[in-house]
């Protein structure tokens, strides 16, 4: 025989051998391929007092899980911890009432076909004064929407609708409420944030309506020592940035060393509170997070045992939030409406501007104050002072300093605000050096405001007395 008759002829067995796999490949999967959803015939294999019904064991390749049948079922060996108690009431409702969807075959000879010749997967149903009984639980149909089942030693395959053989399915965690305390950030009252290496950032609700405190609601009352107007922009970030906690992982419940997950020294930490004050109904929450692993941190509360996973994107962001980030720049923003005189000292100089309140009558009869500005004795257009106005309560920070050690310039301007109660505040700036002026907030801590300010102010002064 020739060498091209024996390569054709080798060339042909394979075609045949190749047909004969996928003949008998595809015969196979057409004795498991069920239309789940025709003939359905809802054949009831038993039917128990849930009451009767002891416990039931989850069996999952060489897990169990014990599901306990007390008034309020729970979980055999699993710690205090808040359980999906919906979730493990329909377990045993599901076992009670086993029914099927229909006969796929009588006396199988055949289990593996169906995922039911080892039964990693079972069911034990311990009923008083019973012999237990077992679901066992095989492969789900190729249209996912059922499982092949059978009961005990019986080897008639039935089909189970997945939305019941799913709850056989479940790992202990799936048992387990994911639900942790939460605030309403709509409402939030109160915050602290506590990251290793930064100072403590507290921001609390303002109590009172003193107009001289300033016009925000919220104060940064930490690190300062004097409560300071936050910055709203930054503080809207931070609260969009904190999400609803939730477990993802479940860590550990009685965790003996906590320095395994970097909670015994945590690298952030977050209280919030938030109060309805309609509904009379407040709520705060006190969490520690520690390491990370893969894209998840450790946190836990503070007044719980329990360690749990979670995403870690927000935490990087609030972790490096610092007291300047959040405390507004604007020096000191003093309500127009608040005030009777202001000066201006600039070294030796002082600039005098009074504002007279008149209330006057609308369409509507309502009265709505009316204020007059006057440099000295000279009356002021509205639009010339409120100008000047602007660019002193605008002036701002542009970097934060806790010491002061150099030799200052003597320049120095002085804004006096006169209230209407006749109490006075006077804020301090002094030339830092030639781009900078500089402004104690309180002791040991400047901020830094750039000489621009002053020069727009020192020109619309000029503007106004020459």
Do not use: W
Request: aromatic share 10%.
């Amino acid at each position: 025989m020739s060498r091209g008759k024996r390569i054709l002829l080798m060339v042909i067995g394979l075609v045949i051998v190749i047909g004969l796999y996928y003949s008998i490949s595809n015969k196979q999967t057409k004795q498991v391929e069920v239309d789940s959803s025709s003939e359905i015939e809802n054949i009831v294999l038993h039917n128990y007092e849930i009451s009767g019904i002891d416990r039931l064991i989850l069996k999952k390749e060489d897990k169990n899980i014990i599901l306990v049948n007390n008034e309020t079922p729970t979980i055999e060996g699993l710690p205090n911890v808040k359980l999906n108690i919906n979730r493990l009431r329909n377990s045993f409702n599901i076992f009670a009432d086993l029914t099927v969807n229909r006969l796929v075959e009588k006396d199988a000879e055949d289990l593996a076909k169906y995922g039911l010749h080892k039964s990693n997967v079972s069911i034990t149903g311990i009923i008083e004064k019973q012999k237990p009984v077992i679901i066992h639980l095989g492969n789900k149909t190729m249209d996912g929407t059922s499982y092949f089942i059978r009961l005990n030693e019986d080897d008639n395959v039935y089909l189970l609708d997945a939305n019941y053989g799913d709850y056989f399915m479940l790992d202990i965690e799936d048992f387990r409420d994911p639900t942790l305390p939460n605030i309403d950030k709509q409402l939030i009252r109160y915050l602290y944030i506590e990251s290793k290496g930064n100072e403590p950032i507290e921001i609390s609700y303002k109590n009172d309506s003193d107009d001289k405190k300033g016009i925000g609601l919220f104060s940064l009352t930490k690190p300062y020592n004097v409560p300071k107007e936050i910055n709203y922009k930054v503080f809207d970030e931070i609260i969009k940035s904190i999400p609803i906690f939730s477990v993802e992982k479940y860590i550990d419940d009685k965790p003996s060393d906590l320095s395994v997950y970097g909670l015994d020294d945590p690298v952030l930490r977050l209280k919030l509170q938030s109060e309805n004050q309609e509904l009379d109904i407040s709520k705060a929450v006190d969490i520690l997070f520690g390491d990370t692993f893969d894209d998840y941190i450790y946190f836990k509360y503070a007044d719980s045992d329990s360690v749990y996973g979670m995403r870690k994107d927000f935490a990087e962001y609030i972790s490096n939030i610092t007291p300047f980030d959040l405390v507004d720049k604007n020096i000191r923003m003093v309500n127009i409406k608040n005030i009777k005189k202001m000066e201006i000292g600039i070294n030796d100089s002082i600039y005098t501007f009074n504002i007279d309140d008149t209330y006057i009558k609308d369409e509507k009869g309502e009265e709505q104050l009316k204020q007059t500005f006057y440099y000295e004795d000279k009356k002021l257009e509205d639009e010339v002072f409120r100008e000047l106005y602007q660019l002193v309560i605008g002036i701002s920070g542009d970097a934060e300093i806790n010491q002061q050690d150099k030799d200052i310039i003597k320049d120095e301007v002085k804004i006096i605000y006169t209230f209407k109660d006749d109490t006075t505040e006077t804020i301090i700036y002094t030339k830092y050096d030639d781009l900078s002026y500089l402004h104690e907030i309180e002791d040991d801590i400047y901020f830094l405001c750039s000489t621009k300010q002053f020069e727009l102010l020192y020109d619309k002064l000029k503007e106004i007395t020459n």
